[in-house]
């Protein structure tokens, strides 16, 4: 006979580290860096600059999450959009941060473009940094505003 589980497992971790852990084991990212460093595709099947400001990415098809939702250029637009409010997305530099300009537009279910204002050379390394969540995060913990009205520092 099966039993159901009862309560909750609580983890305690005192790294300040703890944080990125858990986030690099349960967010994806458009891009990851490879063995050498380069950065390849990771949830993007393909990225390509249209002009020295507009960065076009494809997305993976047949992507789901692990509430069933499939990942979509909607996906991407969301996430995006949440982290872009914060002050500061990445307590850990703020040269990780995209410029407050930067607008991103959904082209087609699999693709959409970052316009940024001024030339980018470190877009697609700040990329790996757009953490992506689905809908059901974003509504209901979202990095922890919820609780603390703020996305920013340790979650």
């Not at 990851?32 to 494809?58: M, Q």
């Not at 509430?67 to 002050?87: D, I, K, L, P």
């Amino acid at each position: 006979m099966q039993k159901k589980p009862l309560g909750k497992i609580y983890v305690v971790d005192p790294s300040p580290l703890n944080w990125l852990f858990i986030l690099f084991h349960t967010m994806e990212e458009l891009v990851a860096p490879d063995h050498e460093g380069y950065i390849t595709p990771s949830l993007a099947s393909h990225f390509e600059w249209i002009d020295e400001t507009t960065l076009e990415v494809s997305l993976r098809q047949d992507v789901v999450f692990h509430n069933g939702e499939r990942f979509t250029a909607v996906s991407v637009a969301r996430s995006f959009s949440e982290e872009q409010r914060w002050f500061s997305p990445h307590p850990t530099g703020t040269w990780m941060n995209l410029p407050r300009e930067t607008t991103l537009e959904i082209i087609d279910d699999y693709t959409v473009r970052f316009l940024f204002p001024l030339p980018e050379g470190l877009a697609l390394g700040k990329l790996r940094a757009i953490h992506l969540g689905n809908e059901l995060f974003w509504e209901k913990l979202g990095f922890g505003y919820w609780k603390q009205a703020s996305g920013e520092g340790r979650w």
